[in-house]
């Protein structure tokens, strides 16, 4: 007999669990967001020239719910010990037989307040349930999928989940560290079609997920969506060099064998040339990729475009640098000072080099209807 206070402590840790986990997806958010805003806003404004306040949050919520699936799915990640394998040999085999969980909540039922089922089993079910549950509502409400694509894309899902835990995170494990349980491909398939059925009414009063109508996006870009290029660049450019400094380390000891010399400021200076000088060099459209997400381009054409570019950028890369060597409060005054100005009515860039910020759409008609190279291809 499970005694009721033992069954409220480990209900109790079970919550617990699902708690930390879901700090990790609060955590792994801002970074995912910005992985994935640069495609997903460049495509956003050459269908519809435009990135609606509505869409957006719609588009934020879907990479949130991503990152809290991972979360909650493959999080927290043991560490590997000497007997590692040995001590979940349970965990090996995937349970194939239906019906398991049941008679799981039944045994821990004993112990459940008021002839409830109290124990972790129920729990997680429920947690799994309402895991899957916004997938069915997101898929009917942007996308307009159907029931049997809601069920096919929760059932896969959920067998990606298992999978990973299966094979160790795909082998980065030396074994499996968490049960395939063929109740969890059931489960999490019927909470995607619970939040399929709970959409079908609800989401009819809620406003398009999709920016409409189309803008053609000729107009100069607003001081809002240049500040919005610029902060991508920078929060890439953040995120992005601390793995150009584990890439040429690791590069370096390959190498070498010795200790690397490379330094975070001179990691920054490297992943800032190239994010700010070399980009625009190359790209038809002289935008950073924060930039060219977000459909800005310079006018003109020519090798004089991109070298009135260079200057302000070398200068911009080597005050984050040294602010960033010196404090992080005089990194963030920099970034602030930086957007501040971009604020202005024709932007930092175009004061400071004398050229003009347009929209893509703009650049390309410029280019179809003047002498010279062929349109950006898109």
Not at 196 to 221: E, K, N, Q
Request: with cysteine; charged share 15%.
């Amino acid at each position: 007999m499970i005694s009721t206070a033992w069954t409220r402590r480990y209900a109790a840790g079970s919550v617990d669990v699902y708690v930390s986990q879901g700090r990790i997806a609060l955590f792994l958010t801002p970074l995912a967001i910005v992985v994935c805003a640069l495609p997903f806003v460049a495509r956003q404004y050459r269908r519809f020239g435009r990135v609606g306040l509505w869409p957006g949050l719609v588009a934020a919520a879907m990479v949130l719910y991503a990152c809290g699936v991972a979360a909650f799915a493959l999080f927290p990640l043991p560490e590997v010990t000497p007997g590692f394998c040995q001590a979940r040999e349970t965990l090996l085999r995937p349970r194939w037989e239906l019906g398991a969980s049941v008679r799981d909540i039944l045994r821990e039922s004993a112990g459940g307040l008021g002839g409830l089922p109290a124990g972790r089993a129920a729990l997680r079910i429920v947690f799994d349930v309402l895991l899957f549950a916004p997938l069915g509502f997101l898929l009917w409400y942007r996308y307009r999928a159907g029931l049997a694509r809601t069920a096919l894309a929760g059932l896969a899902g959920s067998a990606l989940v298992e999978t990973s835990q299966l094979t160790g995170l795909w082998g980065l494990y030396p074994c499996a560290y968490r049960l395939f349980d063929a109740d969890d491909l059931v489960i999490n398939t019927a909470g995607a079609v619970l939040g399929w059925a709970v959409a079908v009414p609800l989401a009819r009063g809620l406003p398009s997920a999709w920016p409409i109508p189309p803008s053609p996006d000729l107009s100069p870009p607003g001081a809002g969506r240049r500040l919005a290029g610029l902060l991508l660049d920078g929060v890439l450019w953040l995120l992005a060099a601390p793995l150009v400094t584990m890439l040429l380390a690791r590069a370096w000891t390959w190498a070498t064998g010795g200790a690397p010399p490379f330094t975070p400021p001179l990691a920054y200076a490297v992943t800032g040339l190239a994010l700010f000088v070399v980009v625009p060099a190359v790209r038809r459209d002289a935008a950073t990729p924060g930039l060219a997400a977000v459909h800005v381009a310079v006018a003109g054409t020519g090798w004089r475009r991109r070298a009135r570019l260079a200057p302000p950028y070398l200068a911009i890369v080597a005050g984050g640098v040294v602010a960033a060597a010196s404090s992080p409060l005089a990194a963030m005054a920099l970034a602030g000072l930086v957007g501040v100005l971009e604020l202005e009515r024709r932007g930092l860039l175009a004061q400071w080099t004398g050229t003009e910020v347009v929209t893509r759409r703009a650049l390309d008609l410029a280019a179809e209807f003047s002498p010279g190279p062929a349109p950006l291809r898109r």
